[in-house]
């Protein structure tokens, strides 16, 4: 399946400014009730609501093995994620990253995408040792 998914580096910063803005919407609220402002203060309740559900789902995304695609254009194998070691398993396995066209095998490398020939061990572009 083709998919372009966002990375975990912009997810994982969306997760934390939206920690910020949560914490932002408290001390609004806590403002806006202070001085007896009850429409602001219901605004930053909202706007605590909106910040806590982004931090879920981009701490989420950022950490989750089955990320949310934004389009479906690109092999997931064209931009491997350095991230994905990290926070879950390589989705690059050996069963993907090889195949046949037109009777002959062929098979890619999981970390830079490169064509590789079927006895290769190393990659001949990142020069990265095959799974």
């Known amino acids: 399946m083709k998919s372009i998914k966002p990375g975990r580096g912009p997810s994982m910063m ?46 989420k995304n950022a950490t989750g093995e089955n990320r949310y695609s934004i389009y479906d254009i690109t092999d ?11 926070f879950g398993t390589d989705s690059h396995t050996e069963n993907e990253t090889r195949g046949q066209r037109n009777g002959k095998e062929y098979r890619f490398c999981p970390y830079c ?10 990659c001949n572009s990142c020069g990265k040792k095959l799974p």
């Open 14 to 59: 969306g997760g934390v400014m939206s920690v910020a803005v949560a914490i932002f919407g408290i001390i609004w609220t806590g403002l806006a009730a202070s001085m007896g402002a009850g429409p602001f203060a219901l605004f930053g309740i909202v706007f605590i609501a909106i910040a806590v559900f982004n931090a879920v789902y981009n701490f």
């Open 113 to 122: 995408g490169t064509e590789l020939k079927p006895d290769f061990v190393y």
């Open 76 to 86: 997931h194998g064209e931009e491997p994620d350095p991230l994905n070691q990290r």
